[in-house]
Every structure is written in structure tokens, then in C-alpha cells.
């Protein structure tokens, strides 16, 4: 139980294009949806929490207008990266959490953005 | 002071082993606590969780939470090269407002040499 498919695992573009990601919880609902963003041996950084049928609360730092998230259902979400840049390179994940609580996030495979 | 510190390791075990992983962290109003593993280009994985005080075991797997220390380890007994990937310690608040929120550690390198 508990999955999350993320798609797609890699993407490779130029620079200034627009790229989407899917996080679905394949049995489950998920009110609640997380991105992450994780730079080579570093950490996993929350960029934002998605919430179904409402506004995505963005971290600190993150650019709401370059970061694009829409969750239109209880088993998707989706990230827009707007205009790509090569700094924008990195691995973004979602996660979802069962239920409420202190329940576990578990997480998507992960997709690694390549921006030329 | 970070939130989450996590000695980044390479920590190296024989295989067979009982390999020690340790995380401090800041926030003494901390009340969720998480294990993940993650191999090298992969997402992380769930291994353990943890809320009160004390030993919580799952196979070869203990989670081990001191609250008044503000400690929590990972142990992983019989130790298996497969085991070799990086864990990374979680904390979560609680659930309301803004508590939900995962902080994580940058992980321990594992590496089980066989």
C-alpha cells in the first residue's frame, strides 16, 4: 500500500522550456501532496506543500510564479517548472501522506531535471 | 545550530555487522521521528518510524528515541551489502498549522563491505 507514482523519471531540455511532473497516490487519497528538491549530496529541501482544491503554501525562497503547482484531485498533483534555467537542474520528489497525523510521507521515484 | 545534524559518514561495517546511525536534533517540541534510506539516485524510502520514548524494532531494523537527549539512532543488526545507501533522519513537529512539515538531515553514507 501507500504508493506514489511520479512521472516522468527524467527530463532533458533547453533552457527556457516549460516542464511538468505528476505525483499520483496510486491507492490511496492524498489531501496533501509535498515537493521536494534535492541538489547533488545534499538534503531534501521542501519547496511547497500541495493541497487539494486550494493554493499551494510555497517555503521561503521558492518563486511561486517559476514554480507552478496545481492539485485538482485527491491523487494528483502536478509541478510546473516555468522557463527553465540550468541552475533549475536538480531532482525533484514528491511524497503524499496516508491519511492525517503523524502518518509517514512516502515518496514518489523522484525526477531528475536536466536543463541544457 | 542545523535543526537535524547527521554525522555525513562514509560509515563502513563488515558485513554482519550492527551498523550505529545516529541524528540529534533542535526542536524540542519534535514529536514524529523517521528513518529513509536512499540509494544513489533514487528517491528515499521509508525504513522506521518512531514517536515515544524508547526501542521500537522491525527485523534487523531498531529505532532507538531519547527525547530529553533530543537523540534518535537507527540500528541495523546482520548488516547486508544492500544496506549500503544513504539514511536520512526526518523530524516533524506534530500536525497543526505548520507542524506537519518534514525537516530532514543530509544523511549517513552506509557502505557494508562484504
Known amino acids: 500500500g501507500a504508493v506514489v507514482s511520479q512521472h516522468p523519471s527524467w527530463v532533458i531540455c533547453k533552457s527556457g522550456t516549460s516542464v511538468k511532473i505528476e505525483c499520483r497516490s496510486l491507492?490511496?487519497?492524498?489531501?496533501?501532496m509535498f515537493w521536494y528538491r534535492q541538489f547533488p549530496k545534499q538534503s531534501l529541501m521542501l519547496m511547497a506543500t500541495?493541497?487539494?482544491?486550494?493554493?499551494?503554501?510555497?517555503e521561503q525562497g521558492v518563486e511561486k510564479d517559476k514554480f507552478l503547482i496545481n492539485h485538482a484531485s485527491l491523487t494528483l498533483s502536478t509541478l510546473t517548472v516555468t522557463s527553465a534555467h540550468p541552475e533549475d537542474s536538480s531532482f525533484y520528489i514528491c511524497s503524499a501522506r496516508v491519511g492525517q497525523g503523524s502518518q509517514p510521507q512516502h515518496f514518489g521515484d523522484g525526477t531528475r531535471l536536466s536543463i541544457l | 545550530q542545523k535543526e537535524v545534524e547527521q554525522n555525513s559518514g562514509p560509515l563502513s561495517v563488515p558485513e554482519g555487522a550492527i551498523a550505529s546511525l545516529n541524528c540529534t536534533y533542535s526542536d524540542r517540541g519534535s514529536q514524529s521521528f523517521f528513518w529513509y534510506r536512499q540509494y544513489s539516485g533514487k528517491s528515499p524510502e521509508l525504513i522506521m518510524f518512531?514517536?515515544?520514548?524508547g526501542d521500537k524494532e522491525d527485523g534487523r531494523f531498531t529505532a532507538q528515541l531519547n527525547k530529553a537527549s533530543q537523540y534518535v539512532s537507527l540500528l541495523i543488526r546482520d548488516s547486508q551489502p544492500s544496506d549500503s545507501a544513504t539514511y536520512l533522519c526526518a523530524v516533524k513537529r506534530g500536525s497543526g498549522g505548520s507542524n506537519y512539515k518534514l525537516t530532514f538531515g543530509k544523511g549517513t553514507l552506509l557502505t557494508v563491505n562484504p
Open positions: 518512531i514517536y515515544s520514548n
Open positions: 491507492d490511496f487519497q492524498a489531501t496533501t
Open positions: 500541495s493541497n487539494e482544491g486550494s493554493k499551494a503554501t510555497y
